[in-house]
T-cell receptor, first 113, second 116 residues
Framework: DAGVIQSPRHEVTEMGQEVTLRCKPI?????LFWYRQTMMRGLELLIY????????DSGMPEDRFSAKMPNASFSTLKIQPSEPRDSAVYFC???????????FGPGTRLLVL | AQTVTQSQPEMSVQEAETVTLSCTYD???????LFWYKQPPSRQMILVIR??????QNATENRFSVNFQKAAKSFSLKISDSQLGDAAMYFC?????????????FGGGTRLMVKP
C-alpha cells in the first residue's frame, strides 16, 4: 500500500522563479496537510484541506504561497516568486477522520539560490 | 496555545542499551493525542508511537514505549535494546482530540546517536 507521495524530492531554483511542489495523499484519506521544516522554526503547518477544501491557511507565510487540491488524490503547493528564505523541507501529510494519525510523505528539499 | 518542549537537543546511547527521551507539553485541553515521530537522515517522518490522553495505560510498540504522566504533562519515549538504525531525530507532537484536521504541534526535536 503506497504511502504519501511527494515530488520532486529535491528542487534547486533561483530566486524569483516559480516552484511547484506536488503531493498524492494516501488513498481514502480525507485530510491533507502541508508542513515546512527549517532549522530556525522547526516544523510548521502551512495549510490543511478536508475533502479537497482548504480549511485553515493561517500558516501560509505570505501571498507568494498558494496551495490547491483539485481532487482527492492530488495537491500542489506553489511559491511565486521564490526567495532564498523559502529554502526548507516541505512535507505533505494525510490522515483519515477517526484514525487521527497523520502520515507523512518523504518531503521535498527546496533550495532557493 | 499549545506548546511542546523537548529539553534534550542531543542524546547518545550505546548499542543494546536503553535510552529515554523527554517531552513536556502545555495545554488546557483534557482530551488530546500525543505522538513520537522519528526522522532519519532520509528526512522521512515516521510515526513511532501514539498515546490517547484518556488512556491510562502507556502505549508500547515493540522496543518503544512511553511514560505518559498526564498530571505532569510529560510524555517520554523509552527505546530498549537500542539499534544502530534507531539513530535519528525524534520529535514529540501533540494534537487536540476530535477534529482530525487539528494541527500537530511539534517539539524542537532530540537527535539520538547510537554508538556501536
Amino acid at each position: 500500500d503506497a504511502g504519501v507521495i511527494q515530488s520532486p524530492r529535491h528542487e534547486v531554483t533561483e530566486m524569483g522563479q516559480e516552484v511547484t511542489l506536488r503531493c498524492k495523499p494516501i488513498s481514502g484519506h480525507d485530510y491533507l496537510f502541508w508542513y515546512r521544516q527549517t532549522m530556525m522554526r522547526g516544523l510548521e503547518l502551512l495549510i490543511y484541506f478536508n475533502n479537497n477544501v482548504p480549511i485553515d491557511d493561517s500558516g501560509m507565510p505570505e501571498d507568494r504561497f498558494s496551495a490547491k487540491m483539485p481532487n482527492a488524490s492530488f495537491s500542489t503547493l506553489k511559491i511565486q516568486p521564490s526567495e532564498p528564505r523559502d529554502s526548507a523541507v516541505y512535507f505533505c501529510a494525510s490522515s483519515l477522520a477517526g484514525v487521527e494519525t497523520q502520515y507523512f510523505g518523504p518531503g521535498t528539499r527546496l533550495l532557493v539560490l | 496555545a499549545q506548546t511542546v518542549t523537548q529539553s534534550q537537543p542531543e542524546m547518545s546511547v550505546q548499542e543494546a542499551e536503553t535510552v529515554t527521551l523527554s517531552c513536556t507539553y502545555d495545554t488546557s485541553e483534557s482530551d488530546y493525542y500525543l505522538f513520537w515521530y522519528k526522522q532519519p537522515p532520509s528526512r522521512q517522518m515516521i510515526l513511532v508511537i501514539r498515546q490517547e490522553a484518556y488512556k491510562q495505560q502507556n502505549a508500547t510498540e515493540n522496543r518503544f514505549s512511553v511514560n505518559f504522566q498526564k498530571a505532569a504533562k510529560s510524555f517520554s519515549l523509552k527505546i530498549s535494546d537500542s539499534q544502530l538504525g534507531d539513530a535519528a531525530m525524534y520529535f514529540c507532537a501533540y494534537r487536540v482530540w476530535g477534529n482530525a484536521g487539528n494541527m500537530l504541534t511539534f517539539g524542537g526535536g532530540t537527535r539520538l546517536m547510537v554508538k556501536p
